[in-house]
């Protein structure tokens, strides 16, 4: 009988030990494998679907109980559902990353955590060490870094830079914010045709952008990707206001040229009424803001987003202008889409400075949103959201 006991204490310590021994193994072994690096990036490696572990460096000197469940999901799952093919993306830069932290780590909580969708970020400089390491502490998740390739980013060889300055000088004068900046320009004409061509995005179909020092308001209680897939959605979007005019004064003419050239491109039922006041002949400025951007990347890479992409850069309008991605993207799908594969996220409260979407009434409670609902530009008079919805009455 005391022997017994004796040995079944023996036992006991032994499976103990073991079980540390095993659980310390596989915390190394993760921590390793999790990060894809800029070198594999750049080759095209893609992201590498792992278990959901505890990161904690502090978990490895703990002896772990077995009776403790790993945090999150199952790695496959989201909200109780297979995960959509599907990616968070944010364009940074490394001084970015205080924003990026805040903006990564409220995505998480809201949304990420019960999914664990991977993370690409995208820079066209390498990420530091300290970037790299930040963004993969906050979400459990594959975490990938990608490099920009130079002709993606930086402005072409054929731009006549003498006309590009005399551009922003002018734009300058006008006082119009990001007037004198390269790289805004680079970014906005990158936005507009390379990012869905980077290799760590080419796996995916689906992605939400995410920018350093935005916010999100509200608990997300189903997956938007899901929700896009199901419903046949290409663009989904928070915000929509007006452009500003002098950064994108031959946007528009090159927008009916293409259109006169191409007219088999313009879809059925399209949303021409969202961009346009008089059938087409001008431009009234809407756009979707795509700072959030909850989008299908096979139609950015289907053959009339491409020919369009390809007729704007041939016009260098993105340097001898300021055309911005969002004007670019909201054109392309509010014409080479039907209007219903459209669609307003009204229940996803979404800050960027200066302006915000707040969820209305039961959306706003059932959603725990933290915003207030007196702050919401949907119908103020900057917002062009009464134009979308007119639409579908
Ligand atoms: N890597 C990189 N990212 C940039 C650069 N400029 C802007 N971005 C990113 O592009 C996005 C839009 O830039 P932002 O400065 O927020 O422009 P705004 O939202 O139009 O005011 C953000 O995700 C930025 O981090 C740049 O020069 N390099
Ligand atoms: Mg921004």
Redesign the pocket.
Known sequence: MVLGVLSRRRYVVVLVVLMSLFYFLKVALHDDRRTVSGVSAAAGEPPKDEQTQPKDEQAVAVVPSPVVPPPGPPEHLCLGRPRANATLL????NS?LAGAISSVSQMEDKFNKHCNYPWIF????PFTEDFRREMTRLTNGTVSFGL?PKEHWFQPDWIDEDLARAGRDKMVEQGII?AGSV??R??CRF?SGFFFQQPLLQPYRYYWRV???VEYFCDMQYDPFHFMQEHDKIYGFTISFYEWEPTIPTLWSSVKEFITKYPHYIAEENAMAYLSDDGGETYNLCHFWS?FEIADMDFWRGEAYQAFFDFLESKGGFYYERW?DAPVHSIAVALFAPRHKLHFFTDVGYR?SPFQHCPQGDDWARNKCSCDRMDTLDYRQQSCIPRFQRMFQ
């Open positions: 944010m364009l940074a830069r970015d995208l820079n066209e400089e920009v990001y790289p805004y680079n970014m936005n920018e350093p020092d700072n911005g960027h």
